[in-house]
């Protein structure tokens, strides 16, 4: 039985010699896999979430039937939003929706701040009961959204194109955006601290529309809020992923974080030149490409984990895996990771 910092995963954050590198897959516990979608027939979204048990056995499926060396909560970025007093809604085929957004001082005002985290008491008991059912198989991943994404959602009320509005409010009323960005990034610090508690082994923020920004403006509205974050996450190494936002690695390299993800726009090698080798690198598998044939699958992987090197390297898709995609073709990803020769 490994102990918890035995496990390649761990290994690969702390810079340790592997002898593979190790592999999971962004949004793995969900709608490619026929179990997911049994649930989802008979339990709505939040239902799912808010249900340990349930959150347990959909967390465990992707570990049990298609082998990955991480377990990754099963929960959603917009529980902060909740646990802050705005209503999400899932739309079923289109989306979060929130039926009142933040638009000004009077909204910021009424949003909880302090002790929000609390609110969210059914993920630490999810992620409990994962941990004694994991039995330290393999480690457990927490997450939450980025400031920056979670204000997108806060502020447009849906997804978008171009997430204009989002950039609207911070441009004209960036003393408000700064001061929701701050509270957003207040109640994640105690989030991600209070899952690290009970029982998070490491913990990822998705900043998926951080790309949006300019290599300028990200700096403004997404980067010290990120910064801030992988330096307060106490007791287990963060991960950050910057989507589209490859201009920032440099700078996020010598940040307090323990890994970055990567999309698959970057190349591998001038990932590594950025971030001067100094990082553990995550990535970076285009998602659409496991629906090539598994041949091809296999022989992608292998030069994706020749160019990044096997050492300080997370193989994963380079964002979440699509419902369409089979499960043996998503098997043939992680068992090309897993026989890995250089
Ligand atoms: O990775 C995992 O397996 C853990 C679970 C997880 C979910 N959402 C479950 C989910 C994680 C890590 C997320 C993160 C998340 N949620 C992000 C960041 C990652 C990314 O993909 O960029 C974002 C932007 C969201 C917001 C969100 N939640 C959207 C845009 C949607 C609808 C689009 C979609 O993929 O269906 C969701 C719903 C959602 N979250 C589903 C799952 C499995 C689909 C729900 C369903 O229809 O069953």
Request: charge should be neutral; proline fraction near 7%.
């Amino acid at each position: 039985m490994n102990t918890p910092s035995e496990h390649l995963m761990l290994k690969a954050l702390r810079g340790e010699q592997v002898s593979r590198p190790p592999v999971w897959m962004m949004r793995q516990a969900g709608r490619y896999l026929p179990d997911y979608i049994k649930l989802r027939e008979k339990y709505d979204f939040f239902t799912r979430c808010e249900t340990p048990e349930l959150a347990c056995e959909i967390t465990l499926q992707p570990v049990d039937q298609v082998g990955v060396d991480a377990a990754i909560l099963f929960s959603d970025i917009l529980v902060v939003p909740q646990a802050m007093g705005l209503e999400v809604q899932l739309i079923e085929s289109k989306g979060p929706f929130l039926p009142k957004t933040i638009a000004n001082q009077n909204d910021l005002d009424a949003l909880q701040v302090i002790g929000a985290e609390a609110n969210l008491h059914y993920v630490y008991e999810a992620l409990r009961l994962i941990k004694k059912e994991l039995n330290n198989r393999v480690p457990l991943i927490g997450f939450a959204g980025a400031p920056w994404t979670i204000l997108c959602y806060m502020v447009e009320g849906k997804g978008s194109k171009s997430f204009d509005k989002a950039k609207q409010f911070c441009f004209s009323q960036p003393q408000l955006a700064h001061s929701l960005l701050q509270k957003i990034t207040d109640v994640t610090i105690a989030y991600l601290n209070a899952q690290v508690v009970a029982g998070a082994d490491l913990v990822q923020v998705f900043d998926s529309w951080s790309g949006m920004l300019s290599p300028q403006d990200f700096k403004i509205f997404a980067q010290p809020y990120l910064e801030q974050i992988a330096a307060a996450v106490k007791g287990a190494p963060v991960i950050l992923f910057p989507k589209g936002s490859w201009y920032a690695l440099a700078d996020l390299s010598k940040s307090a974080a323990s890994g970055l993800g990567l999309d698959w726009t970057i190349e591998p090698q001038f990932a590594r030149q950025l971030t001067n080798n100094s990082i553990t690198l995550q990535g970076n598998f285009d998602p659409c490409k496991l629906l090539a044939p598994i041949p091809e699958i296999k022989k992608s992987v292998k030069e994706m984990i020749d160019a990044f090197g096997p050492q300080r390297y997370i193989a994963n898709l380079g964002h979440g895996i699509l419902p369409n995609i089979p499960v043996d073709h998503a098997k043939a990803f992680v068992d090309a990771v897993k026989e890995y020769q250089a």
